[in-house]
């Protein structure tokens, strides 16, 4: 018997340390994307592909559906808005619990246009609102909204996150006039 003990130890070690090496990559890969922020002049990106590019980098599980409402639209941003896209989609796969469909739309306001990302998981609780775009390194590694909200800051747009617990997250981004455009389908 105490020579199982003494084989469940190293295995334990090996089991953690393999976790945080898989902390470092993810924080080395993000500290990476987000020295990228800036480097490429905004040009007018075309969000429904940009979604379609994110998609592929997240692969989120099978039973997640995507919908987009965004025909034409495109928005004048960092090339790196399909990073933000993947973030929000992977958060949702991974945080919504119950996630089973994320919904991409937009409303055009007096002020601008209204991106929303939704979802139909759980929802994110009043505590962890405070402090989503909080950047946490540490015991417990957190970068991903931070670099979406730095990145959308940066394109001269602002992010909130305006869901209700229980009912799913809702992140809407505000984007100026004069920053996005719809292309009409030319016949």
Request: glycine share 6%; proline share 5%.
């Given at each position: ?96 619990k ?33 402090h989503?775009f ?16 730095e ?34 389908p030319?016949?």
């Amino acid at each position: 018997m105490l020579i199982s003990v003494k084989m469940q130890k190293p295995k334990l070690f090996i089991e953690k340390e393999e976790h945080v090496l898989a902390d470092i990559h993810h924080l080395i890969k993000n500290t990476q994307e987000y020295q990228e922020i800036g480097v490429h002049l905004p040009r007018w990106i075309p969000v429904e592909q940009s979604i379609r590019i994110a998609v592929s980098l997240v692969s989120p599980k099978e039973e997640i559906s995507i919908e987009s409402a965004l025909h034409g639209l495109e928005l004048y941003s960092d090339p790196l808005i399909e990073k933000i896209f993947a973030n929000l989609i992977e958060n949702a796969a991974l945080h919504g619990k119950t996630t089973r469909r994320i919904t991409f739309s937009c409303e055009e306001t007096p002020e601008g246009l209204i991106l929303t990302c939704e979802d139909d998981g759980v929802g994110i609780s009043p505590k962890d609102k405070a402090h989503l775009f909080d950047r946490l390194v540490g015991e417990k590694i957190r970068f991903g909204l931070f670099f979406v909200q730095e990145c959308i800051l940066l394109s001269g747009m602002t992010i909130a996150e305006t869901g209700k617990p229980g009912k799913g997250a809702r992140f809407e981004i505000t984007v100026p006039k004069g920053m996005y455009r719809v292309e009409r389908p030319t016949t």
